[in-house]
Structure formats: structure tokens, C-alpha cells
T-cell receptor
Framework: DTAVSQTPKYLVTQMGNDKSIKCEQNLGHDTMYWYKQDSKKFLKIMFSYNNKELIINETVPNRFSPKSPDKAHLNLHINSLELGDSAVYFC??????????????FGPGTRLTVT | SQQGEEDPQALSIQEGENATMNCSYKTSINNLQWYRQNSGRGLVHLILIRSNEREKHGGRLRVTLDTSKKSSSLLITASRAADTASYFCATGIKAAGNKLTFGGGTRVLVKP
């Protein structure tokens, strides 16, 4: 039973194309996140949604647009892909069980390569 | 710069030895978490320590938190080859939307 799943696992595309990555969690969590991990393994948060409401919106180009149709899904659409968008994108979810404590569950990642 | 900075960046030890890595951060936090990432995989949560806690244990893991020094350490005792992975600290701030900010990670190689 996969807790947080992402599709596709690999995505190879050309500059200028538009692509989407999908994420689903079956943990019943209220909050979902998108992270970008670059080639040096730095992991940076991009967005988070809580119950379909955008909570965190880091400094990310407008070409990136998250969409949360319901609290179990958070998709990431990227317009006009650029070489610098090549990275591994991780989806995660969390639920605050105790005050000040929320662990995140990560998906397996989507490796995006822009050529 | 990253909120969490880890030290060392890489660590190579023999099976059975202990591995210690440190994390420093800059601002007040609600919790600090440690995650493991195996090559080509997603991150796996290891342990969470809240800002009012000083030490936490979980199996072969021991985490300390010193909020006055804004630092944490992760100790893995009696390491195994399967512990080979990258380890990340992440600082959690509730007021920022339950945001986690990750450090650059420590790459640990455990040689059999």
C-alpha cells in the first residue's frame, strides 16, 4: 500500500514544453507539499496546501502552478520548461498529530530532465 | 543560505562503528527532524524532536537538540552497511505554515 505516490517516475521533455506531475496520498493527511531537489541534493520547498488551500508559496517562477482538486491530491503543472527545471521533484504529506510536531511522508520522486 | 547546515558533508566509517552528524540552524523552531534518503529514493522520516525536548532515542538512533546553541546531532550506533544513505536535518516552523527547511545533508558510507 503506497502512502504517497507520484506519476510519472521519470519525465524527459524538451525545452518549451508543458508538463504535469501528479501526486496522491492515502494517509488521510490534511497538508501536502512539493519540493525540488537539485543535482547537489539540496531540497527546497516550493508549495504546500492544507485542505486544498495554498499555504506556502515560495519564490518559484510563475511557470509552476500547483493544483489541489481535493486534500488527497496535489498536482504540479509546469509551463514553458527550461533547462534549469531539471531536478527531482518530491511530493510529501503531513498531519499535525501533536502540537508542534508534524512529520512528513515523501513520495518516491519524479526525475525531470529537460533537454 | 540554508536554515539547516550539516556537518560533515560526508562520512565514511566501518560497519559496527558509530556515526555522528551535526546540524546548525539560525532561527527559532518548533521542531527539528532527521530524514534518510537512499540513493534514487524519497526521504524517510527517522525521528522528530520538539523544541522543548533535549534528547530522543529511537532504536539505534539518538538525537540531541540544544536550542541555546541552535544545534542538533544525530548519532547512529553500531552502524550497518544498510545505513549507507544521505541524512538530512530539517527545521520545522509552525508559524510559517508547518514549513520544513532542509539542510544540505550528510552522505554516510558504511563499509562492510
Amino acid at each position: 500500500d503506497t502512502a504517497v505516490s507520484q506519476t510519472p517516475k521519470y519525465l524527459v521533455t524538451q525545452m518549451g514544453n508543458d508538463k504535469s506531475i501528479k501526486c496522491e496520498q492515502n494517509l488521510g493527511h490534511d497538508t501536502m507539499y512539493w519540493y525540488k531537489q537539485d543535482s547537489k541534493k539540496f531540497l527546497k520547498i516550493m508549495f504546500s496546501y492544507n485542505n486544498k488551500e495554498l499555504i506556502i508559496n515560495e519564490t518559484v517562477p510563475n511557470r509552476f502552478s500547483p493544483k489541489s482538486p481535493d486534500k488527497a491530491h496535489l498536482n504540479l503543472h509546469i509551463n514553458s520548461l527550461e533547462l534549469g527545471d531539471s531536478a527531482v521533484y518530491f511530493c510529501a504529506s503531513s498531519q499535525e498529530a501533536l502540537a508542534g510536531a508534524w512529520e512528513q511522508y515523501f513520495g518516491p520522486g519524479t526525475r525531470l530532465t529537460v533537454t | 543560505s540554508q536554515q539547516g547546515e550539516e556537518d560533515p558533508q560526508a562520512l565514511s566509517i566501518q560497519e559496527g562503528e558509530n556515526a555522528t552528524m551535526n546540524c546548525s540552524y539560525k532561527t527559532s523552531i518548533n521542531n527539528l527532524q532527521w530524514y534518510r534518503q537512499n540513493s534514487g529514493r524519497g526521504l524517510v522520516h527517522l525521528i522528530l524532536i520538539r523544541s522543548n525536548e533535549r534528547e530522543k532515542h529511537g532504536g539505534r538512533l539518538r538525537v540531541t537538540l540544544d536550542t541555546s546553541k541552535k544545534s542538533s546531532s544525530l548519532l547512529i550506533t553500531a552502524s550497518r552497511a544498510a545505513d549507507t544513505a544521505s541524512y538530512f536535518c530539517a527545521t520545522g516552523i509552525k508559524a510559517a505554515g508547518n514549513k520544513l527547511t532542509f539542510g544540505g545533508g550528510t552522505r554516510v558510507l558504511v563499509k562492510p
